[in-house]
C-alpha cells in the first residue's frame, strides 16, 4: 500500500480542501434544517446548535475550507511555488476537521472549538503569506491582509460569543474578508474565461474595478469597527455594490446561456450584489425587513452560488478533465436557486418560518452532496488525462 502523501486527494492542496467543505456543508446545513423541523426557534436560539453555531460554522467553517482550496491552488500558479508540505497540509486539516467536530460536541459556549478555528486560519494565513512574499507580488498582499482580518474576526466572534453579546456586526462581518477575496478573484477569472468558452475578446473591468470589488468589503469592515455615521458606512457599500453591477455588465455576453457554469458565476456575483443593495438600503434606514436578507444573500451569494461554480472550474481544470459543468449537476441548479430565492423572499413574505427555513437550509444541504457526489471522485482519484498530479 503506498502511503498517504502519494494519495491522489493529497497531491494538491485543493482536493482534500473541497471534499471537507462539501462533506461538512451539507452535514451541517442538514442538521440546520433538523433544529428548525424539531426544536423551531427555541432550538435555534438555546439548543446545542443554536444560531451562534450556524454562524460560526458557516462563515469560518464552510468559508475558511473554501478560501483554502481557492487560494492557495491560484497563489501556487501565480507563484510558481509549492503551497502545502505534506505535514503542514494534514496540520491545516486536522485542526480543521477538529474545530468543526469539536464545535459539535462543546457547544458555542466552550473556547475550544474557536481555539482550533482560529489556528487553522493563521496556518493559512502563514502559507498565502509565504507564497506572496517570497515571491514579491505585491498586488495579491490584499489577500494576506484579508486573512488576517478574518483571524482577528474569529477571535472577536469568540470574544463575543455569549448571545447577547454577539448579536451585532460581528455575528456576520466575517463574510465580508471572503466576499472580497472572491470578489477579487471573480474580475481576474470570470473575463478569461469567458473568452475561452465564447470565443470573444476578454472583456476586462481594470485596475479601479478590481480594487472596489477586493478592497471595498474591507473598507466596509473597518467602518463598522469604529463610530462614524450609518449613512457613510451606506454610500460605502453602496458604491461596492455599483462597482460589482458595472463589471456584471461588462462581463455580460447573451452566449453566456449556453454555459451553465459561466452563468452560474455570474449568478453568484449578482445575488452577492444584491446582498450589498439590501445592506445599503437598511443602513441608510430604509424599511427592508431588517439585515437578515442582506447577510444571507452575501452568504449564499459566495458560499454557495459562486463557490460551487469556481469549485467546479477548478476541480475539473486541475485533474484534467473537460472545464464544464457536468450534465448530472445541472438539473440540482434548479434546486439551488430555487433555495436561494426562497430564503431571500423569507424575510419579506411570508416571513422567517421554522418550516420554510427548513425547507431551505435542507434544499441546499442536497445540493452541496450533489456536489460532493459529481466532484468527489474527481478529487480523490488520479488526474484524467493519466498526467502525474502538480504536488501542492
Given amino acids: ?87 503542514v497540509l494534514l496540520l491545516a486539516l486536522g485542526l480543521w476537521l477538529a474545530a468543526r467536530v469539536s464545535s459539535v460536541v462543546a457547544g ?20 498565502v503569506a509565504r507564497l506572496i ?26 470574544a463575543q460569543r455569549d448571545a447577547i453579546a454577539l448579536a451585532g456586526w460581528i455575528a456576520w462581518a466575517g463574510l465580508l474578508p471572503i466576499v472580497s477575496m472572491l470578489l477579487f478573484i471573480a474580475q481576474r477569472v470570470v473575463p478569461p474565461f469567458s473568452a475561452n468558452r465564447l470565443g470573444i475578446a476578454p472583456r476586462r473591468t481594470g485596475r479601479t ?22 449613512e457613510l458606512r451606506a454610500v460605502v457599500t453602496a458604491g461596492i455594490a455599483l462597482t460589482a453591477g458595472y463589471a456584471l455588465v461588462r462581463w455580460w455576453h447573451p452566449a453566456m446561456m449556453r454555459e451553465p457554469m459561466l452563468w452560474l458565476l455570474f449568478a453568484g456575483v449578482l445575488i452577492v450584489s444584491l446582498g ?10 430604509l424599511p427592508v425587513h431588517g439585515r437578515d436578507g442582506a447577510v444571507h444573500a452575501m452568504g449564499l451569494g459566495a458560499l454557495a452560488v459562486m463557490a460551487l461554480g469556481m469549485m467546479t472550474r ?61 466532484i468527489g471522485p474527481w478529487l480523490i482519484s488520479e488526474r484524467a488525462d493519466a498526467r502525474p498530479a502538480a504536488r501542492r
Fill in 1 to 87: 500500500m503506498s502511503a498517504w502523501r502519494d494519495w491522489p486527494v493529497f497531491s494538491a492542496g485543493f482536493r482534500p480542501w473541497f471534499v471537507l467543505m462539501l462533506t461538512f456543508a451539507s452535514l451541517a446545513m442538514a442538521a440546520w434544517a433538523g433544529v428548525w423541523l424539531t426544536a423551531g426557534w427555541g432550538g435555534a436560539l438555546q439548543g446545542p446548535l443554536d444560531w451562534r453555531w450556524h454562524a460560526h460554522e458557516m462563515v469560518f467553517g464552510v468559508g475558511t475550507a473554501l478560501v483554502a482550496g481557492f487560494l492557495t491552488t491560484a497563489a501556487q500558479n501565480w507563484t510558481g511555488r509549492r503551497a502545502w508540505s505534506p505535514a
Fill in 209 to 230: 474595478v478590481a480594487a472596489v470589488l477586493g478592497g471595498g468589503p474591507l473598507v466596509l469592515l473597518g467602518l463598522l469597527a469604529v463610530p462614524v455615521p450609518d
Fill in 276 to 285: 450589498l443593495v439590501w445592506l445599503a438600503l437598511e443602513l441608510a434606514g
Fill in 314 to 374: 477548478v476541480s475539473a481544470g486541475h485533474t484534467g478533465r473537460p472545464i464544464a459543468l457536468p450534465g448530472l449537476f445541472r438539473p440540482v441548479l434548479v434546486i439551488l436557486l430555487a433555495a436561494v430565492g426562497l430564503r431571500l423572499l423569507l424575510p419579506i413574505w411570508p416571513g422567517l418560518q421554522p418550516s420554510w427555513l427548513a425547507v431551505t437550509a435542507g434544499s441546499l444541504s442536497l445540493v452541496y452532496l450533489a456536489m460532493l457526489i459529481v
Fill in 133 to 158: 512574499l517570497l515571491s514579491r507580488q505585491w498586488h495579491n498582499l490584499l489577500f494576506v491582509l484579508a486573512l488576517l482580518l478574518t483571524v482577528l474576526l474569529d477571535v472577536a466572534f469568540a
Fill in 108 to 127: 458555542a459556549d466552550a473556547l475550544i472549538p474557536y481555539l482550533l478555528s482560529v489556528a487553522t486560519e493563521l496556518l493559512l494565513l502563514v502559507v
